[in-house]
């Protein structure tokens, strides 16, 4: 993803740096909720595993 800040000199530029900072910004927070939730599943299933063991062994 390449950002690209040009000089704020005119109203057209800030408007412009603002909707590709507000893009940028959607792309991480995509990425962000992309990686966590698949921590997520991860960790859940890794509990679900030692929840089983724990349960078979204790029976």
């Known amino acids: 993803v390449c950002i690209l800040l040009p000089t704020p000199s005119s109203s057209s530029s800030l408007e412009g740096s603002a909707l590709s900072s507000f893009h940028s910004a959607f792309v991480l927070l995509f990425y962000a909720v992309n ?12 509990f ?12």
């Open 35 to 46: 990686h966590v939730s698949s921590v997520v599943i991860k960790v859940i299933v890794s």
């Open 48 to 59: 679900a595993d030692v929840f089983v063991d724990c349960t078979l062994v204790g029976k």
